[in-house]
């Protein structure tokens, strides 16, 4: 339905306009490329629809403003590491208070505050024992060593096209044949990930099964619903069904709720009543400062502390020196205290739903064989209809070249969606305008497309 020429003549006309009113994002990339790699202090900030990323100037709330002074709503959020909003007071009093205040960011001592961090993750994810980390993707490294070492099993299962950071082993995907094979793009992988995974397409229990019946796998790590490839949500009986063949084989569950928080104050965990034995989770919990953990079971954690062995205090491959730093630890409980709450969850939740809804008439308006599917205070659009039930399925709904047109478009016009896919995310402070501009933009961007 779309006409491919007047797609590519609209998004040349989009980046013109970018490249025009963005000078100074412009000359300040250029200026990077003398001493950053790939001009960007991390490489992924060179996904953008429109050649040269944005430079930030100020984040406050819902709102960021670039260095040429244009001010968007921002519905990415910093893919989820800025779910309680950038800059929020909490958090900013207590991240003040700890460094500045008391004094010290990493001291190698506990503090006082992670008893309540602990306490406040067992009340949302019911798993009763925690430790924390700087990351999602190091909160992940740790639980595979940890499944490994309790079940004594070599490989880890996942979904394919799923997302768990950098983790070398979950870079597989189920191929055009059914077999199992390296992501495309994997960067130096230290071995053939086929060596130390598996891999089945989300929503399938047949596939799930027969690769459990290997017998070598110590853990599941999944996310209840994809999220960074679309979302993709489990079919009625799905999960429950993973829960009963990981026991039935004797494999650990790890849910990564770093995307699915979304879900709720205890992401899926608590809004669907799931029961895995591992839970991970980064990014969003910290206010946007560094942080991130996994929940251990009562019954895993016997297991790993009855193992005498293991080397769990030095170099046994587990921890770092500044996981469970001070200053990341008081940024995370003023946000799951006061920013983060049970209550500003059902107001954001509220709002994607308005997002979702308003997006969806757009698609009905002009007849597109789109989808949108929400998550929590999540949503996403996906160009395909029904919505992909796999990543497989999702993967291959992809259009790169729409997907720039959305997003120059948004952007030129004050909207920022996350770059790598089409979510948008609400935050505390988002509001009703907010989500309504949103669909302002995007109708006319469908509008014009269209025609």
Known sequence: MIDRARLSHLLDRERRAFRERNPRSAAAYEQARANLFGGVPMTWMNKTAAGFPLYLAEARGARVTDVDGHEYVDLCLGDTGAMAGHSPQATVDAVAERFAGRGGATVMMPTEEATWVGAELARRFGMPYWSFSLTATDANRWAIRLARAVTGRPKILVDSYCYHGSVDEVLLVVGPDGEQVSREGNVGAPVDPTLTSRVVEFNDLPALERQLAHGDVAAVLMEPALTNIGIVL??????????????????????????????????????????????????????????????????????????????????????????????????????????????????????????????????????????????????????????????????????????????????????????????????????????????????????????
């Open 234 to 451: 489990p079919e009625p009986g799905y999960l429950d069904g993973v829960r009963e063949l990981t026991r039935r084989y004797g494999s650990l569950l790890i849910i990564d709720e770093t995307h699915t928080f979304s879900a709720g104050p205890g992401g899926c965990t608590g809004a669907w009543g799931l029961d895995p034995d591992i839970v991970t989770i980064g990014k969003a919990i910290g206010g946007g400062v560094p942080s991130g953990g996994y929940g251990l079971s009562a019954e895993v954690a016997s297991r790993i502390e009855g193992m005498s062995e293991l080397d769990l205090i030095d170099m046994g491959g587990v921890g770092g020196t500044l996981a469970g730093n001070a200053l990341s630890v008081a940024a995370m409980r003023a946000t799951l205290e006061h920013v983060l709450t049970d209550e500003a969850f059902t107001g954001m939740i509220a709002l994607a739903t308005r997002f979702t809804k308003g997006v969806q008439g757009v698609i009905d308006e002009h007849a597109l064989p789109w989808s949108i599917t929400q998550l929590g205070a999540r949503a996403e659009y996906r160009f395909a209809d029904p919505p992909p039930r796999n990543g497989g399925e999702s993967n291959a709904a992809g259009d790169p070249e729409l997907d720039d047109y959305l997003h120059v478009y948004l952007a030129n016009r004050g909207v920022l969606l996350t770059p790598f896919h089409n979510m948008a995310l609400m935050c505390p402070a988002t509001t009703e305008a907010d989500v309504d501009r949103h669909h302002e933009v995007f109708a006319a961007a469908v509008s014009e497309l269209v025609g």
